[in-house]
């Protein structure tokens, strides 16, 4: 064996070795990482390894990050060193993005507090109401739920990452009706549960906006046709709400009779 791969102890009367570190850990064999608040450190995977060079390294490090009394180590792993997966060992997937994948394992005997994975998408409604006429804004989708059911609905969508609600319906109302509109309040909001994916649970916020341009436009991609209806005519809600809904969700949806 080479010596200078393990350490040298000193043996004592008890079939026991102590050894004692002397030097600075040679910073080239464990990986460098950037610590957190919660004495986890997150390490970005820059080039390319060979896996059996990434497994050893990635245990001296354990072993490294161990004796600091480091708890969540985080692997920030491109996509295009996605071979190293597997020689991550007693890491988990904790999220992917289109261009990394987010490796994570929690090393103390201690219960493991790591977050879970993003949980909702964050949906919006538009209730945009024209005063002068009685009119709100209505669509038919061309896919989803509503689709070749003849269904008039108000204006639906996803908020983008990092995009206020208020700014991500007024976004949506545009893009699919051509309508510029403002932002007044959030009238209320629900929360479902395997909404997307069949996993993930969605918060969805109607909002009220007031337009500020009337002629419609439709975005021909996912919208079959738009229009002004007299909010007269809306007599009922197409989905009656569930019961832990909040009610107002339901009564705004329209359906033209
Ligand atoms: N659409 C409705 O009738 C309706 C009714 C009530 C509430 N909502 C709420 O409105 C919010 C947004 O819903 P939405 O229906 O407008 O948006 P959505 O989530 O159905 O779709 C948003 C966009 O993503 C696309 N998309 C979604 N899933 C896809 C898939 N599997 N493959 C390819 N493209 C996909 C859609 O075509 C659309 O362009 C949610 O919170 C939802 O609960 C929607």
Redesign the pocket.
Known sequence: MDASQIFQGEPDNYDGVTVTITEPMDASKIFQGEPDNYDGVTVTIAEPMDAAVFTEKLRASLSHWRQEGKKGIWINLPIRFANLVEAAEGFRYHHAEPDYLMLVSWIPNTRDTIPANASH?V???ALVLNKNTGEVLVVQ?K????RNKNVW?LP???VNEGEDICDGVAREVEEETGIVADFVEVLSFRQ?HK?FLNKKS?L?FLCALTPRSYEIIEQKS?ILEAKWMPIKKIRRPAIEPEPRDVQVHGKY?PEEV
């Open positions: 998408v949906g919006v409604g989708e896919s989803g739920y509503f609905k639906t969508g996803v479902s909404a969605d969805f996912e949806l």
